[in-house]
């Protein structure tokens, strides 16, 4: 799942947000359970 862009810590435990779910993010993204950073997931979902 990767780490966090802004404190480098593990995403794992943050809340995932799939494509569209809010209406207008093309890109899922996770919010840091440490830092409350938005780190998007460009390619989620995507075979490659
Ligand atoms: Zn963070």
């Not at 995932?16 to 409350?36: M, Q, S």
Request: proline share 4%; charged share 25%.
């Amino acid at each position: 799942m990767g780490e966090c862009i802004n404190c480098q810590q593990s995403l794992s435990g943050g809340d995932l947000t799939v494509p569209w779910e809010d209406g207008d993010n093309k890109y899922a993204y996770i919010i840091c359970p440490h830092c409350r950073c938005k780190n998007t997931l460009y390619g989620f979902g995507e075979d490659d």
